[in-house]
């Protein structure tokens, strides 16, 4: 068995309608959190944990993904010749980063299709997926503490966070068993079932699926397998589920903040507590906030 998740699939093609305008010519990914773009923080985060090779599922406009990780010599040579050095090697990092390549996803069939689209790269071996718009920070890189896991038990995991009950309905959500260490209940989970977007009050459990997954290649088969479901997608709760008939799937209650960047309330919590957190801003920002008198 292959234990080593060299390789991160990004689905990036979703129309991001939570977001319009902004959305309307801008790729959800590259909304700013303060100075960053929301996929920026993601591959960060990824290249942290390990993985090596990152391919972005994209769609119909959304180059400016493709631009914002490619080289840009016009701007590298304004910059190196007005000697600003510190924003060039900035932006040369960027680039420098880690081996990024795109896969399209022509029609929006939702997030299993999109990561089917990535079934020839990434062959037989086991893949993260990591969905952008939810921006985790955590001193160890969750997708980090989802490998210790899956290079334990060699199955595949996905990250899980408590939710209020009136939010069930907004998240794919396990009915799922505390595996126990030592005696003692973890926050690790071996997953019975799940089900995607549950009606109000339906739902197994208060534990959603967020934007963090590492699956065994035979999830290919599963969507494959599976038929559209909620909103009419292919959806990977869905595959998973199929995939949990003969593989265990484990869930990690993972240590870290999340915010869902993808929602407007969400993006604007996490846009101020990165801002608070920043050397170079924070302070000024924190005056700033404690002259509102909310
Ligand atoms: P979301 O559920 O956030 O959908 O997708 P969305 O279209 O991006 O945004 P809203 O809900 O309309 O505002 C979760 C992730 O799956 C990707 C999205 O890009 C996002 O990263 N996705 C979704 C695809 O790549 N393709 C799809 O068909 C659907």
């Known amino acids: 068995m292959n234990l080593k998740v060299r390789k991160a699939v990004f689905p ?3 129309l991001g309608t939570r977001f319009l305008p902004a959305t309307k010519a801008m790729p959800k ?49 304004l910059l190196s010749s007005r000697k600003k050095t510190e924003l060039l090697s900035i932006v040369q990092g960027v680039s420098d980063m880690i081996n990024i390549a795109y896969v399209r996803q022509k029609e929006a069939l939702g ?18 997926v990591v969905l952008s718009d939810d921006v ?17 038990y ?16 907004s998240y794919g959500i396990v009915d799922a068993e505390p595996v126990e260490h030592n005696g003692a209940k973890s926050s690790l989970y071996r997953v019975r079932n799940m089900v995607e977007k549950p009606k109000p009050g339906s739902a197994p459990s208060n534990l959603a699926i967020i934007g963090r997954y590492i699956l065994t290649p035979e ?15 292919l959806q990977l709760t869905d595959a998973l589920k199929h995939l ?31 801002a608070l957190k920043r050397r170079d801003l924070g302070t000024a920002f924190h005056e700033y906030l404690k002259t509102l008198k909310l």
């Open 219 to 233: 999830i290919f088969k599963s969507i494959e397998q599976i038929e559209p479901g909620a909103g009419g997608e």
């Open 244 to 274: 949990l008939r003969n593989r265990p799937i484990y869930g990690l209650k993972f240590e870290g903040t999340r915010y869902d960047a993808g929602d407007k309330l969400g993006f604007l919590k996490a846009t101020v507590e990165m």
């Open 111 to 128: 997030l299993g299709h999109a990561v089917l689209r990535a079934k020839e790269l990434i062959g037989d071996e086991p893949f993260a």
């Open 154 to 169: 060699g199955a595949s995991v996905v990250a899980l966070m408590e939710v209020p009950p009136d939010q069930t309905s």
């Open 29 to 77: 990914e590259m909304l700013p959190l303060v100075d960053k773009p929301l996929i920026q923080y993601a591959v960060e985060e990824s290249i942290h944990s390990g993985i090596q090779n990152i391919y972005i599922v994209t769609g119909r406009g959304k180059s400016a993904i493709e631009d914002h990780f490619d080289v840009s010599f016009e701007l590298e040579h």
């Open 12 to 14: 990036a093609a979703g």
């Open 136 to 152: 985790i920070d955590s001193e160890i890189p969750c997708l980090r503490q989802l490998l210790d896991v899956y290079e334990f």
